[in-house]
């Protein structure tokens, strides 16, 4: 019993870890001069920056939608600047300057790490350890299970968020999270949105 029990804590362990994996940021910088914004009703568009088409369209579809549930009008970018002048700049900013964007949400995936944790295995034996012979260890100790412990390898993914103001041409904020494991893109997007909304409010940039 003892060794079913401590099998399924180990599990549970394990599992908990993965549910709970979420976006924290390794870094947060506001514009000395910035004060608060204010994209209400306004158009700001959702921009990630990835090589992958069809990628870049459902987090930007996510992000715009995350930018409209907070009172702007989200617009993905790739709605608004047609696929075959994205880098070109000029044309870029033509597109979004005649469709009225005030502001702009880019995200750019930076980096991708591997991070490894393990756990050593660990013996667990009998609790008559007082004596060797009679009810003690000898018969006891038979009865002791090893256990391995676990290797996991997590995935981290880190991401940049930059804010423009494109009245003034000017970045307000810029972050770098944090990601572990994600696995569908709109609940990463959500997820990351959510975490930069509640540190832009953290810095005053919105109420």
């Known amino acids: ?32 001069e910035a004060g ?16 992958d088409e069809s990628m870049r369209y459902g987090s930007e579809d996510a992000l715009a939608r995350e930018i409209t549930a907070r009172g702007a009008v989200g617009m993905p970018a790739y709605t608004v600047i047609p696929k075959e002048v994205i880098k070109d700049k000029e044309k870029a900013k033509e597109f979004l300057e005649k469709a009225g964007v ?20 660990t013996y667990w034996g009998s609790t008559y350890y007082a004596t060797f012979w009679g009810g003690g260890y000898y018969g006891s100790g038979w009865g002791g299970v090893y256990d391995p412990g676990y290797l996991r390898t997590d995935t981290i993914v880190l991401v940049e968020t930059l804010v423009y103001s494109l009245d003034q041409n000017k970045l307000v904020w810029a972050g770098q999270t944090r990601t572990k494991n994600p696995t569908e893109v709109r609940p990463f997007i959500q997820d990351l949105a959510s975490k930069v909304a509640a540190e832009l409010k953290k810095q005053g940039l919105i109420k």
């Open 102 to 121: 005030q502001g702009v949400v880019a995200m750019r995936v930076v980096g991708k790490d591997q991070q490894i944790t393990s756990s050593p295995g």
């Open 1 to 32: 019993m003892f060794r079913v029990m401590r099998a399924g804590l180990v599990a549970a362990a394990v599992m908990s870890t993965f549910a709970c994996a979420a976006t924290t940021f390794s870094s947060s910088w506001k514009a000395p």
């Open 36 to 51: 608060p914004l204010n994209f209400k009703g306004k158009k700001v568009a959702a921009l990630v920056m990835s090589q």
